[in-house]
């Protein structure tokens, strides 16, 4: 059983920064790959980024590229997500996702284990 949590959300300005951190526990997490997904209220679940089991590889959605980035550190069995220049349509619950393929997958059914999820909030 794996287990994530995440932690870092809140409540900030536009053009602010926040640093999002999930933390696993359980079976192995270095050769799982790794997402983020969002979902704002009345939308559906959405990929924001993902990375590879390796860190070598990663995906971002469109609107994120150049303000987003997502690392991990495998000895930590940690996953972050460095998000600048937020905007009000970042607002949303982000969640922590881990897929036992150990390349790049977007897809939510594609991902094994979910977090509980934290709040982002950015006001205009």
């Known amino acids: 059983q794996v287990q994530l949590v995440e932690s870092g959300g809140g409540l900030v300005q536009a053009g602010d920064s926040l640093r999002l951190s999930c933390a696993a526990s359980g079976r192995a997490f270095s050769g799982w790959s790794m997402g983020w997904f969002r979902q704002a209220p009345g939308k559906e679940r959405e990929i924001v980024t993902a990375i590879s089991a390796s860190g070598g590889y990663t995906y971002y959605r469109d609107s994120v590229k150049g303000r987003f980035t997502i690392s991990r550190d495998n000895a930590k069995i940690t996953v972050h997500l460095q998000m600048n220049s937020l905007k009000p349509e970042d607002t949303a619950v982000y969640y922590c996702?881990?897929?036992?393929?150990?390349?790049?997958?977007?897809?939510?059914?594609?991902?094994?284990?979910w977090g509980q999820g934290t709040q982002v909030t950015v006001s205009s």
């Open positions: 996702a881990a897929s036992q393929r150990p390349y790049v997958t977007t897809r939510p059914d594609t991902f094994d284990y």
